[in-house]
């Protein structure tokens, strides 16, 4: 009889093994799954943000150099024009002098336009690149 009860406990604990190995198996399982499904799709989403944010100051930062360069041309057209001015003969050669610089003026002005324009678009598609997942790394 002390050989059945020992035979029966020892049957009883490899069965609380077994089911202690299922449930560790189960729970392993689950938390490789969780890993996959919701961990790393979260780290990749993360990496991709900073990527973006990273982008987006690389731009902005190129935009604003662009707009200081675009001004200091100005400013230097606007003191040749004034100083052209200052040299005239006569009141129309200013004015001619002035329409010169107004015409030639706007026409800068659409093109440093166009300019910032094409540079907005291009950061724009680079820091949105990383999150559609496009965006080489």
Do not use: W
């Not at 052209?84 to 003026?105: C, F, P, S």
């Amino acid at each position: 009889m002390a050989d059945d009860i020992k035979t029966a406990m020892d049957q009883g604990a490899e069965q609380a093994k077994a089911a202690t190995d299922q449930m560790r198996a189960g729970a392993d399982k689950a938390r490789d799954a969780f890993s996959e499904k919701v961990v790393e799709p979260a780290k990749r989403a993360g990496e991709a943000m900073k990527e973006s944010g990273g982008k987006i100051a690389e731009g902005g930062a190129t935009i604003g150099k662009a707009m200081i360069d675009q001004a200091e041309q100005n400013t230097r057209e606007a003191f040749a024009a004034m100083r052209e001015a200052a040299g005239a003969k006569d009141l129309t050669q200013v004015m001619k002098i002035q329409g010169d610089y107004l015409r030639e003026q706007s026409q800068r002005s659409m093109s440093q336009a166009r300019e910032i324009g094409d540079l907005i678009m291009k950061f724009g598609k680079d820091a949105v690149a990383p999150l559609r997942g496009d965006g080489t790394r």
